[in-house]
């Protein structure tokens, strides 16, 4: 007499619609200008200066999706502390980076998708994503110069 087992699992898909949506978002190329500062303005590793608002525009979004996601994604190297960038290989100078938050100070998340959350599926449209950029002092010694940093934006659908 030989034991046999037999596992069966059923899957059942009820009607489902598929929709097609014409078109995705676009996002326009935008530069943010730091204010100049001076390094006695940092005061110490993690202390910040020269805040400066902005948004990033996500434009001309189709109706129809479920979820409008964005993923910010440093340029040019590791990220070693959460929200700041790695320093371009032009810039010049030593010891300090670009820290970018949202408006409440919370560092940006990257590498992970964020809901757009004025996405509105029924109208679509365009929407602005409020940050704000700074310098951060990351060494105990700065070097004057040149700063400059660069993320790219990924977006996502469902």
């Known amino acids: 007499m030989t034991d046999k087992t037999e596992i069966i699992n059923y899957f059942s898909l009820g009607d489902s619609t598929l929709t097609r949506i014409d078109g995705t978002c676009s ?31 996500v434009n001309n979004c189709p109706k129809g999706y479920n979820r409008v996601g964005y993923t ?3 340029m040019g190297g590791v990220v070693d502390t959460p929200g700041v ?23 940006a998340r990257f590498g992970t ?15 602005m994503i409020p940050m704000q950029a700074s310098y951060i002092q990351t060494e105990a010694t700065i ?9 790219s934006l990924r977006l996502d659908y469902q």
Not at 88 to 105: C, H
Not at 143 to 151: E, L, S, Y
């Open 72 to 74: 910010l994604e440093p």
């Open 113 to 127: 998708s964020i809901k757009v959350d004025e996405y509105n599926k029924a109208t679509g449209g365009s929407y």
């Open 85 to 107: 960038l790695p320093l371009a290989t032009d810039s010049t100078a030593k010891g300090v980076k670009i820290r970018l938050t949202d408006r409440n100070g919370v560092a």
């Open 143 to 151: 070097t004057p110069g040149t700063v400059k940093g660069a993320i």
């Open 27 to 57: 996002v326009p190329s935008q530069t943010v200008q730091l204010p100049p500062t001076i390094g006695r303005r940092l005061d110490g590793i993690g202390s910040t200066a020269g805040v400066r608002d902005f948004n990033i525009k």
